[in-house]
Structures are given as C-alpha cells and as structure tokens.
C-alpha cells in the first residue's frame, strides 16, 4: 500500500508542477524564473479559470496524500 501512495504522491506532484507552470501562459521565459512582465492584473476567464481551479484542486490533493502517506509509514 505504502507503494502505491508514494507512487500517487509523484504523480501528483508532477501534475502540479506542470499545471502551476502552464499557468504563466503569456509570461515567456521572465515569467518563469521571477521576472515581472507588466504586473498587469485582470480576470481570469475559460481556460485560464478552469486551470486555475484543477491547480487548488491538485495542491489540495496533494496535502491529502501526504498526510496519508505520513500516517501509513508512522
């Protein structure tokens, strides 16, 4: 069992990384080591609300399976 969390952890971890990524669309490379493009804020709409709303989803997931993985192992 221990297994197979560790294994859900990664790819949980992954899906992450790539989502938080994916969501500095528009940024190029300053936006993805830090640098600012403009600081201009706007709404977040479609595409941008819905992988907005998959990357809480996955942050919380993810705390979920490693307080699991932490109670397993204990």
Do not use: D, H, P
């Amino acid at each position: 069992m221990e297994t197979y969390i560790n294994i859900a952890q990664i790819v949980l971890a992954v899906a992450l990384i790539a989502s938080i990524v994916l969501q500095s669309k528009g940024a190029g490379l300053g936006g993805l080591t830090g640098g600012e493009a403009g600081g201009v804020y706007r709404a977040r709409r479609g595409v941008e609300k819905t992988l907005f709303y998959i990357t809480i989803g996955l942050s919380v997931l993810f705390f979920v399976v490693a307080i699991v993985n932490v109670i397993v192992t204990g």
